[in-house]
């Protein structure tokens, strides 16, 4: 992956979620009813993220954790319940000052725990002026990347990781596969940014045998299907 395609990749992401998915994230990832489609994604992201957070020690002091396309904070913010120092980012400036004022009404509301603390920011999840973590979670994130960049995103988090990735890619279907051809046949400016099928044991495996991962090795897995919501939670851990 080049440095110019990385740029052009992030530009497009940012693209949708900062103008054109903003109110549909907001309903997604709030309280409020939704239906149909929506309803099952939410599901499947609420058990995704369950899934990743059970994957952390419940006591999470003294944790330095990099929450990478944060999106709405939600995670962050349970990461912060926790114990946790969060940096929560996201390339939708948008997305961050929605995440920022929910962090707010938690503070109004007395409900923002004291132990910890969250820092939302919008930028580029490989910044190394991000400083180094403990750990990094990256939820439904690297499924906006072509396999072979998301390997090298990887990599690159993990130069300043101590202890744990926990990511999720999206596993290679038939439906998966067609819905990406159709996607490339019959562009729209609206539309979400491609979802990049891959086999995720095969793509970690090759990853933890990359000459900047010594000392990593593959963790544990886990599948999701709930109706249009599919993903698989992985786990690379350091020895």
Not at 51 to 60: C, R
Not at 191 to 203: D, G, K, V
């Amino acid at each position: 992956m080049t440095r110019a395609n990385y740029l052009q990749r992030i530009g497009e992401i940012e693209h949708y979620f900062d103008r054109t998915a903003l109110d549909a994230w907001k309903k997604l990832t709030g309280d409020q009813p939704v239906s149909g489609i929506r309803a099952t994604v939410r599901r499947g992201r609420d058990e995704m993220r369950n899934t990743l957070a059970g994957w952390l020690p419940q006591d999470l002091s003294g944790w330095r954790i990099l929450d990478a396309g944060c999106g709405s904070g939600v995670l962050s913010l349970e990461l912060l319940a926790r114990g946790a120092d969060v940096v929560g980012i996201d390339l939708s400036a948008r997305m961050i000052s929605y995440a920022r004022q929910r962090a707010a009404d938690m503070r109004a509301a007395g409900s923002l725990p004291q132990a910890g603390s969250v820092e939302f920011r919008s930028g580029d999840m490989l910044d190394p002026a991000l400083g180094t973590f403990d750990a990094v979670v990256a939820m439904d994130v690297l499924i906006h990347y072509a396999p072979e960049d998301a390997k090298r995103v990887l990599e690159g988090l993990a130069m300043r990781t101590r202890r744990s990735l926990l990511f999720t890619l999206a596993p290679s279907s038939h439906l998966l596969r067609a819905m990406l051809m159709v996607g490339k046949a019959f562009p729209r400016g609206d539309r979400a940014p491609a979802i990049y099928p891959t086999h995720p044991e095969r793509l970690v495996h090759q990853l933890v045998q990359q000459p900047h991962m010594t000392g990593w090795h593959a963790g544990r897995t886990h599948r999701i299907s709930v109706g249009f919501y599919t993903s698989q939670a992985m786990e690379v851990v350091r020895s």
